[in-house]
Every structure is written in structure tokens, then in C-alpha cells.
């Protein structure tokens, strides 16, 4: 089985989809050609022709505009946003628009779009090259939002976004982009959307993190079995739509639960999980939800090993939580 | 192409090289184009393309529009639904323009272009549901009055955030012509969307991709209460194409004739291969921006008057009646059986249960609902069961 890296993985899912399905089509800033900024569209435009990459102008509102339109009339377009610090120009397009159209016509519009977007810090990327809004987009109802940790779940996954009937954003972790390496089937298979993954099987303390900082999540919970301490660790892989059932099944079992996500932690969806997991979990907790997360800041430039959530950090949190 | 860049570009190294800016001078460069005028005559020189059983069946749909207008308001005045924004005085800029267009060519409305979708078989019961949103809406009530969806006619979903649907025509012209299919899409808009990013982003990935699709600005001088004045100093609408490297054309929105000639000139031209058009269909609104608002406070009353004259219904008429294809009794006729047509769409949409049953809240969300939209339903109805006040509005408008 061929390794790779996610870039590759990415990659591979759009040829196999785009080889499968004509519907299919790419379109973003620099997707042609030169194959994107991280070379995750690199070859499509050669193999598929400039019709169905497409090279856009610089607008992000315009690529998910258009991309919308594309969708309403029957294709499945995989739209690019060079990074999620970039998303905003589209941001109505994205809430107001895609998210709302099967809703508002009575299901006479669907729109399966894909938005494939690069996130999150620790490339040096300061302020607008490092953030995480995917709690933004947790908030609009009709949207689905993926995060893959690795390359094979990366395929997989944005396989599954490709052909869901609804609206996915993908948000693909940079940070880990050429460092995740890993064995990927050839050909098509699917991860589901809404299926978390226990990475790491554990008693004491439910560890739950998705994309970069899954690593970290792992990291620390190896440290924390150095310690003694045995942590199961769950990479949520979709956000919307949640495994709430796995994430019930861990904590009821474990007892403690902490969250991870580098985006800030007000209103991130580690403050969504903890309300979810003291409401349905309330008589098995033996410690509150504890939340290791980026701080109420924008993302740093100098700083940014202080402000990620890495495993020094998510360790303490786990001391803490047992032994509290 | 007239606007092609040239393959030379000169060079000059003398000062003063800078365009100016002369007033008048797009004026000139983009003339209203006009077929009949205010006294339904043919212009001088002008031919009438359209067939008279058309320009015919047309008159009748603006006639139909005026009154359903006209009819909806007084609703609204009489508190049976919330709300209601029309097209009176802009009723030319609409069916000229769809008649002008093949069945398949998607309609990517804003949100006064109702006619659209009559002109569509969109039917004017299910029309009067959606104003009522009650249980015959086949958009079941979740939006606002006038914000219908008609795909069997190709008529795209309405939202409010203005502009959006620019650039989603732009899109579906793309997928269109990639599975060759003969459709160019018409996105319909305000001259206020002109200032929106949604219009100049569509305009230029349209020019750049070259995609078969038409751009109507219905320029009615008036973004509630913002005159066109205040939303741009270009003195056209039309010559922002030659800034996208497109064809762009100024238009007499109040004249059925002229609005459909052009529209089915750009139609022709996208079909080809030529790409885009921006059409500034110049109208006016002859009444608010909607139910919500009153004009007289923004707008004195003598403005509106030379507008009168212009009247796109009145111009048909006396262009109808001067070709012997209308007359007065003919006429009242029509209108009568107009009247009677919208008396009895409103009585069967008013006959509707009030309301959608509250799954239709949870569903179309997603495909299929998710978890949390299945527990919320749930709640909800054991909220509605122990208390019917959760379920009765009068606890919401007071």
C-alpha cells in the first residue's frame, strides 16, 4: 500500500473522484496550472483540462458564489480557499447562501459544495495564515464541517464530503500536511461523516481532539501513560455531524473528560462539547470538562508555542482533571 | 471585440496622461435604447421584432402584475400578511426580459421579479401561499413573504442578502456550458446591488471565464431610501462593463419593446459564444421599496410625477390599440378577467391550513436530519403538549 502525506492524500481523493464522476470539478486561486499553494491540486488541470480545474480570479466570495451556482445546477464543485484566515469574504455566501438554499426552497435546491480550506497555526503563519474558525461554521445549521488528522482518514473523508448531498466544509490541517504520513489504499474507499475514531483505548480520562492538534492529543496522552495515567483519546474527524454516541460512550465509561482545539476557547466547540457531555453525561463526571485550547487573542506570530494547545500543556490539563 | 485589449499598447512619457473625467460623456456613449415611445409609437427607424400575439400575451401579464401588486398591498393593509414588495412601474424590466429567454435559461431572481415565475407556471395560488406561508407554501413557510422558489420553471430561490445571486448565475453558467447545454442564465438585481461586492466579483469571474449569462439591472433609481445618485457617481450602470471587459447596454426599462429586443440580443450573443452582457434596464419605482416603508418620508411626491408618463402598461395599451389588436371594450375585459383570476387564487391559498406542522422546521435542513435535529423536534412537541402557548404567536407579535 502506497504511503503518503495528506497533501498527497487530498490529491489522490480529487483524481479518483474526478476519473469517476464528470461532475466534478475543481475551482480556487492557483488550483490550475501551478497545482495550489500547497500542491494539493497539483496534475488535476493537466489530467482534466482548464474547464474542469479552474483558475479563479482573487475572490473568495466569487469562488463560492460560483461554485454555488454550479452545484444548483447539478455539479459537484470542490472549491478551494487558499486558508481558512481567507474564508470570510465568503462568509454570507457560505451562511446565508449554500447553508440555507435546500432549506429555503423547500428542497427544491440543494447544494452540495465541498470547501476544501487549509487551517490552523504552527507554521509561522501569524495572524492570517494560522486560524481556526471552524466553531463559525458549527453555528450555521445546514452545514457539515470535516477535520481530517491523516492522511488516510483525509482521503477517505473528503471522498465521503465529495458525494454528501449537503454542503461540507473541509478544513485540512497544514500544520501536519507533509509531517502526517501514513498508508493510503489505492483507488475509492470511504470514511463516513459523523464516525469519531478511538485512537488510543483508555479508562481513566476521554481525550478528545480533531485534526493538528489530534497529534498533540496523542502525544500527551502518551506521556500521561509514562505517568501512569490511562487516557483514551478520540479524534473526532467530522464536527457536524457529531458521534455524540461515542463521545457519551467514552465519557460514561472514563469519567473525565478534556478538549482540545486550537481555535480560542470562547464559544470554540470545546464549550459546545462540554455542555453536551455535562448534560448527557452529568452523573458520570468526577471532574468538570476541563478545556486546553488557543487563548482569546488573535493567533501570534512569536508566541504561537505558547498560545497552541500542545502536550505539555494538554498533560497538565489531565493531572489536573484526575486529580481533582 | 470592441473593448479586446490591443496588442500594442502605446506608450507615452509626457505628463498629463491621466483619463478624465467628462460629464456627459457616458451619457453619450451609452444611449437609451428605445423602441416605442411614451405614446406607443414606433421610434423612427425602429422595427418591432416581437409578434403581436406575444406583445399581446405581454400586456396581459403586466396588466396581471400591476394588480396583483395593487391587490397584495391592500393585504398587507389589511394585516393579513406581513409583508409585500412589487414591482409596480417596473413591470416591463421583468416580462420583456423572461419572454426574451428560452424555458431552459435559469431565472436567478432578486426578490421583485415574481413575474418571473408566473410567467413560469409558477401558479399564482401557490404564489399567494408563500405571501400567507401557510401550509400550501411549497416552501412551507420558512421565509418571508415574495421570497419563493419555482424549480419547475427554473426560477432560483430568493434571499435577501442582496447581490448574492450574481455570482451564482455566473456558476451556473459555467456547469452549463461544460455539459453543453444551450441555457444562459438572466440574474436579475438592483441598481443598489451595483455597490455590492457580489455584483463586481460576479461581472468580472463572468467576464473572465467568458460564460453565457445575462446581467439585468433593474436601475429604479431607488435602494429604499438611497437614490442611484448616492450609490454611485458613474453616470450609467452600463458603461461598468467596459471596466469588466464586457458588453454593456442602456436600456429604456419601461418600454416592453425595447427590454425585450436587447434581452434577447445578449441572449443570442452569450448563446454564441460572445459571453456576458450587463443590460441597465432604466425604470423607476413608482411606489416604497416594500410594504415597510413609507416613501413620502425620504422622496417629495413630485418626482414620481414625470415617471407617470412613462408608464410601461400605458405605452402597450396605446401601442395595442394604435395597431388595432386592443380595444376599450377588449381591454376592460382583460382586466376584469385579471381581477377575477387573483380573487380566486387568494381565496384558495387562504383556505390552507395556517401553518406547516413543525417537522418542516427540522427537515431540509440536511438531507436527513442529524441527531440534534430530532431531539429538538421532540422537545419542541413535548413543550408544545404541556403548554399550547409556545405554539401561538400572539406571545411573539404582542
Not at chain 1, 453555528?139 to 471522498?159: C, F, I, M, N, R
Not at chain 2, 460576479?202 to 433593474?218: D, E, Q, T, Y
Amino acid at each position: 500500500m502506497p504511503v503518503m502525506n495528506v497533501i498527497q492524500a487530498v490529491n489522490d481523493a480529487l483524481r479518483v473522484e474526478m476519473r469517476r464522476d464528470p461532475k466534478v470539478v475543481v475551482l480556487g486561486e492557483d488550483v490550475g496550472a501551478f497545482g495550489g499553494v500547497f500542491r494539493a491540486t497539483a496534475g488535476l488541470q493537466q489530467e482534466f483540462g482548464a474547464m474542469r480545474v479552474v483558475d479563479t480570479p482573487l475572490a473568495e466570495g466569487g469562488i463560492i458564489g460560483t461554485a454555488a451556482g454550479m452545484a444548483l445546477y447539478g455539479l459537484r464543485p470542490v472549491a478551494e480557499i487558499q486558508f481558512a484566515d481567507f474564508i470570510y469574504p465568503a462568509f454570507d455566501q457560505i451562511v446565508n447562501e449554500v447553508a440555507k438554499f435546500r432549506h429555503r426552497s423547500g428542497g427544491q435546491y440543494p447544494c452540495p459544495i465541498t470547501i476544501r480550506t487549509p487551517y490552523g497555526g504552527g507554521i509561522k503563519g501569524g495572524h492570517y495564515h494560522s486560524q481556526s474558525p471552524e466553531a463559525l461554521f458549527l453555528h450555521t445549521p445546514g452545514l457539515k464541517v470535516v477535520v481530517p488528522s491523516g492522511p488516510y482518514d483525509a482521503k477517505g473523508l473528503l471522498l465521503s464530503a465529495i458525494r454528501d448531498p449537503d454542503p461540507v466544509i473541509f478544513f485540512e490541517p497544514k500544520r501536519v500536511y507533509r509531517a502526517a504520513r501514513g498508508e493510503v489504499p489505492e483507488g475509492e474507499y470511504l470514511v463516513p461523516l459523523g464516525k469519531a475514531a478511538v485512537t488510543r483505548a483508555g479508562t481513566q480520562l476521554t481525550l478528545i481532539a480533531w485534526g493538528a492538534m489530534w497529534h498533540e492529543a496523542e502525544q500527551a496522552a502518551k506521556e500521561a501513560e509514562a505517568e501512569g495515567i490511562d487516557v483514551e483519546v478520540l479524534d473526532l474527524r467530522s464536527l457536524q455531524p457529531l458521534d455524540i454516541d461515542a463521545i457519551t460512550a467514552s465519557v460514561k465509561k472514563t469519567g473525565r473528560a478534556v478538549v482540545v482545539h486550537e481555535a480560542p476557547r470562547t464559544c470554540g466547540f470545546g464549550a459546545e462539547l462540554s455542555a453536551l457531555i455535562q448534560e448527557r453525561c452529568f452523573l458520570s463526571l468526577e471532574a468538570p470538562v476541563a478545556r486546553v485550547t488557543g487563548f482569546d487573542t488573535p493567533f501570534p506570530y512569536t508566541l504561537e508555542a505558547e498560545y497552541l494547545p500542545r502536550a505539555p500543556r494538554i498533560l497538565q490539563a489531565i493531572r489536573a482533571t484526575l486529580s481533582y | 471585440m470592441k473593448h479586446a485589449r490591443a496588442t500594442k499598447p502605446p506608450v507615452r512619457a509626457d505628463a498629463g496622461t491621466a483619463r478624465e473625467w467628462s460629464p456627459g460623456r457616458f451619457l453619450e456613449e451609452f444611449p437609451l435604447y428605445r423602441v416605442v415611445d411614451e405614446e406607443g409609437r414606433l421610434l423612427e427607424g425602429a422595427e418591432l421584432e416581437i409578434g403581436e400575439a406575444e406583445l399581446l400575451a405581454l400586456y396581459r401579464w403586466m396588466v396581471l402584475g400591476r394588480a396583483l401588486d395593487e391587490r397584495m398591498v391592500t393585504l398587507q393593509r389589511q394585516g393579513r400578511i406581513g409583508f409585500y414588495i412589487g414591482a409596480i412601474g417596473e413591470e416591463a424590466t421583468v416580462f420583456g426580459a423572461v419572454a426574451a429567454l428560452q424555458p431552459q435559461d435559469w431565472i436567478f431572481p432578486s426578490y421583485r421579479e415574481h413575474g418571473a415565475a408566473f410567467m413560469r407556471g409558477l401558479p399564482l395560488t401557490t404564489f399567494m401561499a408563500n405571501l400567507f406561508g401557510n401550509a400550501g407554501d411549497i416552501v412551507q413557510g420558512r421565509q418571508m413573504p415574495c421570497h419563493e422558489t419555482w424549480a419547475p420553471g427554473h426560477f432560483v430561490s430568493i434571499s435577501s442578502p442582496i447581490a448574492t445571486q450574481v455570482t451564482q448565475a455566473v456558476g451556473a453558467a459555467w456547469a452549463a456550458r461544460i455539459q453543453g447545454d444551450d441555457m444562459v442564465p438572466i440574474a436579475f438585481f438592483g441598481d443598489g446591488s451595483t455597490s455590492a461586492h457580489d455584483f463586481h466579483t460576479g461581472l468580472n469571474f463572468a467576464a473572465v471565464m467568458k460564460v453565457p449569462v445575462i446581467f439585468a439591472c433593474r436601475n429604479n433609481g431607488w435602494a429604499i431610501s438611497t437614490p442611484s445618485a448616492s450609490q454611485t457617481i458613474s453616470e450609467t450602470m452600463a458603461q461598468k462593463a467596459i471596466g469588466y471587459g464586457m458588453r454593456g447596454e442602456r436600456v429604456d426599462g419601461n418600454d416592453l419593446v425595447a427590454v425585450w429586443t436587447a434581452t434577447r440580443r445578449a441572449r443570442q450573443r452569450a448563446a454564441a459564444g460572445e459571453g456576458p452582457t450587463l443590460l441597465e434596464l432604466v425604470t423607476y419605482r413608482m411606489e416604497g421599496h416594500s410594504t415597510s416603508d413609507d416613501p413620502r418620508a425620504y422622496r417629495p411626491a413630485e418626482v414620481v410625477e414625470p415617471w407617470k408618463r412613462k408608464d410601461p402598461i400605458k405605452r402597450v395599451q396605446k401601442l395595442l390599440t394604435a395597431r388595432g389588436l386592443l380595444d376599450e371594450a377588449g381591454d376592460a375585459a382583460l382586466r376584469d378577467e385579471v381581477r377575477l383570476q387573483i380573487q380566486v387564487a387568494l381565496k384558495e391559498a387562504e383556505a390552507f391550513p395556517p401553518k406547516a406542522p413543525v417537522e418542516s422546521l427540522f427537515e431540509d435542513v440536511y438531507a436527513e436530519p442529524g441527531w440534534a435535529q430530532r431531539e429538538q423536534l421532540a422537545e419542541l412537541k413535548a413543550a408544545m403538549a404541556a403548554d399550547p402557548r409556545v405554539a401561538n404567536p400572539r406571545h411573539i407579535e404582542g
